[in-house]
């Protein structure tokens, strides 16, 4: 199995809402990430779990809040959003993280949960 | 700070070959990519090279790199309509913990 499965695939919102994003994989990575991508750029680096702990946050705003309950999934929790945090947001995966190897950057991502805020 | 920088279109038509050039700025990477994302998709790895080598073959796909100048190129042999896609070249940052920079993206356009 060398996928990682993000829900919903797609996911409308209001600013007052409460949602969350999901995202499993079953490789036995130990380091797991959120990206957020908007149309047509690359996708912006957010949060990196390795081992389960929060290795990584890029500076992003708190009503974005991540989750890892464990080794095989990783949640987003989603609340007072604003229309411009509309986007794609990517789930992926890594054997490890931390080391400067072939493997920290051989990413495993998910096809993605389209976010639109109203 | 890193950068990463590509040519932000390429169309070609189908059978003749592809390249795709990236620069970027971190001498210490020790790894680059190139993913490809198809529309309504994920990014899927296509192949890396280390920084130590000069090119690397992969059946259709070659990688060129040039560390003296640090611009990376992929090569797409008899392009095919399903190559259409957007391609990224990614470094790992060595002081980073190899935390991935990507570059803006090359949309390819195959033209039949």
């Known amino acids: 199995d060398t996928e990682v499965t993000q829900t919903p695939k797609h996911l409308v919102m209001g600013m007052t809402n409460k949602k969350s994003l999901k995202c499993e994989q079953h490789m036995g990575h130990r380091a797991m990430y959120w990206y957020k991508q908007k149309a047509k750029k690359p996708p912006e680096l957010m949060f990196v779990?390795?081992?389960?702990?929060?290795?990584i946050n890029e500076s992003v705003p708190s009503r974005f809040s991540p989750e890892c309950p464990n080794s095989s999934l990783l949640n987003l929790h989603l609340h007072a959003l604003q229309p411009e945090d509309s986007a794609l947001y990517l789930c992926?995966?890594?054997?490890?993280?931390?080391?400067?190897?072939?493997?920290?950057?051989?990413?495993?991502f998910g096809e993605g949960s389209r976010l639109t805020v109203l | 700070g890193e950068d990463v920088e590509q040519s932000l279109f390429l169309s070609v038509r189908e059978g003749d070959s592809s390249v795709i050039n990236c620069t970027y700025t971190?001498?210490?990477?020790?790894?680059l990519y190139w993913y490809k994302q198809e529309p309504g998709a994920g990014l899927q790895l296509l192949t890396y090279?280390?920084?130590?080598?000069d090119m690397k073959q992969d059946q259709r796909l070659t990688v060129l790199l040039n560390k003296k100048d640090k611009h990376l190129s992929l090569r797409i042999a008899d392009t095919q309509t399903g190559d259409s896609a957007i391609y990224f070249c990614a470094e790992s940052i060595y002081n980073q913990g190899g935390k991935l920079i990507f570059g803006q993206g090359t949309e390819l356009s195959v033209k039949p």
């Open positions: 090279i280390f920084s130590n080598m």
């Open positions: 779990y390795s081992y389960e702990k929060l290795s």
């Open positions: 992926a995966s890594s054997q490890d993280y931390g080391l400067a190897k072939r493997r920290a950057g051989e990413l495993f």
């Open positions: 971190d001498s210490s990477s020790t790894y």
